[in-house]
């Protein structure tokens, strides 16, 4: 195989990314002086080698503990559980909240195989435990799976001295009623909400 | 292109690129078929949040002559099965159906499966608790038997012979079902003990009640199932649902 057909190759194999865009990716690079292709080959081997789950949240990090761990301002007493480390960012960047985290590690999926067993479910069990938690918000996907996912946690805990919420389902902001599917719809009004 | 509109249930769906997804629905006139929702990852995308594994709707396709992959142009959601996602064993037994469903379906119009599935989704959600291994057991049986291969229980899988009809009976997994003593002897059988007959009898009836399996008679049943199923519809594939299934995950936590 040639080194253009290698990286093709291998970009393809990304999400999102599929021949045509691993091509047009492939000959800008080529494009480029060569220090920018060394500096992407040289962030690719670093993250690969250095950035590791943190111990305690599953978070990926650097250093151990992660940054959010370490941080003494966070409460440790509201921990968000989220599937994959991707959703920590999207959390932590979109709203102002300051507890911590606990990544899974996926989602229980039947018709994938995917059970408890695959989840990081002891070590929230032991933090739960630890008894510095009160409580437990499950931020797990709108999805079917997100959902047993979520059932499956709330009866894990059920009995421990902690208090589990699930995220509310809602409208989109700047959205308009009419483009909103009927799923969400339902579930905004199930989850209706006091004004006054 | 025919534009194709008929009831559907989404079996899988998978990510496809940054915005689309690919399903693979059970549709009522057509059999298995598989489809791309362009944008339905889009935040507002016109498929909005119902393209689900499970959930139920009228499906509407540009059916592209000699492809595998049509185009979704429309999936009206009439309903999201959340009740299955109530606790797992609930759902890990609505995930069996929908992979038998998948794998075993056929491509051509085959009503009589669909709409058993759809009605074994809502019993499903609907069941109490500690009837969903029991229902699970006969919404599973039935499905095999929709799709051809109920076992023989009254008459020789081999040669139609009448079975005695009470008592323990050889069973052969690969004969599809009871065997008269001389197929046994020839052939070989597994001993069906009388009570697990029984259980088998009820759960192939839809009239009859519910047996109760204990743990270790349910445990049994489960096996057989697993390797009826496995045996006359896998053909060697593989069947996540159907192991995840049979060995319980949420027992052991
Ligand atoms: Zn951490
Ligand atoms: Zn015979």
Redesign the interface.
Known sequence: MSAIEALITELARLPGIGRKTAQRLTFHLLQQPPEQAGRLASALVAVSERVRPCEQCGNLTEEQPCAICRDPRRDPALLCVVEDASAVAVVDRSTDFRGRYHVLGGRLSPLDGIGPESLRLDPLVARVRGGEVREVILATNPSMEGEVTATYIQQLLAGLNVRVTRLARGLPMGGDLEYVDGVTLAHALVARQEVS | MPLVTTPAIVL?AL?Y??TSKIVRLATREHGVQSAIAKGALR??S?????L????EGQAQYLAKEQRELHILTAFD?LH???A?????PR??TA??L??VMLRFAPPDPHPESYDLFRDALEALGQAPTPDVDALGFRLLWHLVSVLGFAPSLEACARDGIRLPETGALPFSTREGGALCPACAAEHGATQLPADAREDLTALLDPGAALPRLDGRHGAAHRRLLARYVRYHLAEGAEL??L???L?R??E??
């Open positions: 899988s990510r690129g940054e935040p507002r016109r498929f909005g949040a119902s689900q594994v499970l959930s959601l999201l099965h959340v299955l996602a109530g606790d797992l759902y890990a995930s069996v929908g992979e996540p649902a192991e995840f299934w060995r995950p949420w052991a936590a």
